[in-house]
């Protein structure tokens, strides 16, 4: 069975402070996808960055980053100096290469960055 | 600049009438999906599609059908509307091999009276 967590349904924190979202998931294969998205108050979900099972170098683009742990099945994603722009419902997901095309998500967490 | 585009943004219906969800892609993509997004349930899948006239049933096929008559379009259909099939409806395409990013269009949310 596939599977995506996202324990942590609502965060709040207030400008400048670093945030974590956590994501456990659950498969079988070993050949597989992860992804990040973002869906800000404007509904559009924006991709955020793709890791396959193999690459588990962690990875930083400007203030987001990504721990990506096989052994843990965790693929966490840290916002730095979190903004008030950052204000969004983000979802992980899971892609099993032979599931052909589909994407399983989790279920979301809502992101309010305060000023 | 890569663009999945939907019929509506907002949307009113009846019971008992037929919708139709209408979503185009202009970026040649392969696969072609519809989700519905509710709280606390995240994205669902209803239905893919991987091919011109080639569909599968997602998570959540019951009271939806699909049409793919032409590679960048996607219908979603609701033969007969019910109030629980008020929720929002996105759209969603990919290059084939699926394990490329999916581009969302805007949603549709739809309310059946």
């Known amino acids: 069975a596939q599977k995506v967590t996202q324990a942590q349904t609502e965060i709040s924190v207030v400008e400048k402070e670093d945030v974590t979202l956590d994501c456990v998931y659950e498969?079988?294969?070993?050949?597989?996808?992860l992804f990040w998205y973002k869906q800000p108050p404007s509904g559009e979900l924006v991709f955020l960055i793709r890791?396959?099972?193999?690459?588990?170098q962690n990875e930083i683009s400007g203030r987001y980053s990504w721990n990506f742990q096989k052994s843990t099945s965790s693929f966490n994603f840290t916002i730095t100096a979190s903004q008030v722009v950052d204000s969004a419902v983000y979802f992980c997901?899971?892609?099993?290469?032979?599931?052909?095309?589909?994407?399983?998500f989790g279920k979301g967490t809502t992101l309010s960055v305060s000023s | 600049d890569v663009k999945v585009t939907q019929s509506s943004r907002y949307l009113v219906k009846r019971t008992g009438e037929k919708v139709f969800l209408e979503c185009v892609q202009d970026?040649?993509?392969?696969?072609m999906f519809w989700y519905r997004q509710d709280p606390g349930l995240g994205l669902r899948l209803i239905y893919f599609?991987?091919?011109?006239?080639?569909?599968e049933k997602g998570d959540i096929p019951e009271g939806y059908s699909v049409s793919r008559e032409k590679k960048e379009r996607f219908s979603l259909i609701l033969e007969s509307a019910s109030t629980n099939q008020t929720s929002m409806y996105l759209c969603?395409?990919?290059?084939?091999?699926?394990?490329?990013?999916?581009?969302f269009g805007p949603g549709t949310r739809l309310t059946v009276l």
């Open positions: 997901a899971l892609s099993e290469v032979r599931s052909r095309t589909a994407l399983i």
């Open positions: 970026m040649d993509h392969e696969n």
């Open positions: 890791r396959n099972s193999f690459d588990e």
């Open positions: 969603a395409s990919s290059l084939g091999g699926g394990l490329g990013e999916q581009f």
């Open positions: 498969t079988r294969d070993t050949t597989y996808y």
């Open positions: 599609s991987y091919d011109v006239k080639m569909k």
